[in-house]
């Protein structure tokens, strides 16, 4: 098994918070980030699909296949949006880093082979990242 990976950027704004939880509450638990005016992140993803290598192709994927995957399912879903007006799926969901990169693999995991593992790296800040593999 080899792993070949895809880096990608998106700029997208946000604000954590909890409906059901006061102001202060909100403030206690996500500081800054809970700010009502919401506030902006540039996002690094790097996308990674590992499996075998094609016999006649010599490839995991086609990494024009993967980075348009990313461009139609991701990037254009998520860049230079408010994540919690415009994107569907943080209606209900705090977009954290750790439910951005979850909503991102559940976007690609149906149009990667079922026999490749999928693990998606998204960077929030330089120093802060998290990874998700899906739920094994
Ligand atoms: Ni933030």
Known sequence: MITVSRKAHFNAAHRLYRKDWSDQKNAEVFGKCSNPNFHGHNYELI????GNIDVETGFVIDMKVLKDLIKNKIENALDHKNLNIEVAEFKNLNPTAENIAVVIWNKLRPHIDASQKLEVVLYETP?????YSGVH
């Open 47 to 50: 996308v990674s699909v590992t």
């Open 127 to 131: 120093r802060n990242f998290v990874s």
